[in-house]
């Protein structure tokens, strides 16, 4: 039988480490960026600063904001819902439900996306 000791390493969560938020945000903008072949224009300071208000209004997870850029990107490159969500693999209406629980997101190419239109 073997036995190992293993160390226990606590890693604080992303609540009590607000400020590495802009950061995380910015690489996983890169990240989706690379993934979709999204034109860099998609990563701006208006992009990052919705993901980290948007961390703001909920509790802050990786994948939160992984997500977050993921189709904040597929929005603001395709500048519609349904080439957006068609571009993530997802149904339309999971997109907008998505969409509808958070702030207006501009898509950079004069169209925005909120609660009341889309």
């Not at 992009?47 to 208000?53: H, S, T, V």
Request: with cysteine; aromatic share 4%.
């Amino acid at each position: 039988m073997l036995a190992l000791d293993a160390a226990r390493i606590e890693v604080p969560s992303l609540e009590t480490r607000r400020e590495e938020v802009p950061r995380i945000a910015h690489e996983y903008l890169e990240d989706a960026i690379d993934e979709l072949r999204a034109p860099a224009a998609c990563l701006d300071s208006e992009a990052i600063q919705w993901i980290i208000g948007h961390s703001a209004l909920s509790t802050v997870t990786i994948s939160g904001i992984e997500k977050a850029a993921m189709r904040t990107v597929a929005l603001r490159m395709t500048g519609d819902l349904t080439k957006a969500a068609a571009l993530l693999g997802m149904a339309r209406v999971s997109l907008e439900r998505w969409l509808m629980r958070r702030q207006q997101i501009d898509t950079g190419r004069g169209r925005s996306f909120s609660k009341e239109g889309g």
